[in-house]
């Protein structure tokens, strides 16, 4: 196995290159964070929908003469569902 040589002020060289761009990075992060409350808000929209859906469709099947457990189960079964073929998706995009 050949091995190879790494002159020490090459890496220094590299080192002050990647040293000049921490000032953008920096202010990068910033703009970033300040984004937060809006991704938050984003994020409790979409948890509040989902909740509200699930209730729905719960409240659909009591209606219908299900039983809470079979609506509960009918509920889970669609989550799992809906996972498993999200997950084959993206494994034949692999392929």
């Not at 190879?4 to 964070?33: C, G, H, T, W, Y």
């Amino acid at each position: 196995m050949k091995k190879n040589k790494i002159d020490l002020s090459d890496i220094l060289d590299v080192l002050d290159q990647a040293e000049q761009f921490r000032p953008l990075v920096k202010k990068m992060l910033k703009v970033f964070k300040s984004y937060g409350p809006e991704i938050s808000k984003v994020i409790d929209d979409l948890i509040d929908y989902s909740v509200k859906r699930n209730t729905k469709t719960f409240n659909m099947y009591l209606k219908e003469g299900f039983t809470r457990e079979e609506a509960m189960l009918f509920l889970l079964n669609s989550k799992i569902a809906l996972e498993n073929a999200i997950n084959n998706t993206n494994r034949s995009k692999k392929c």
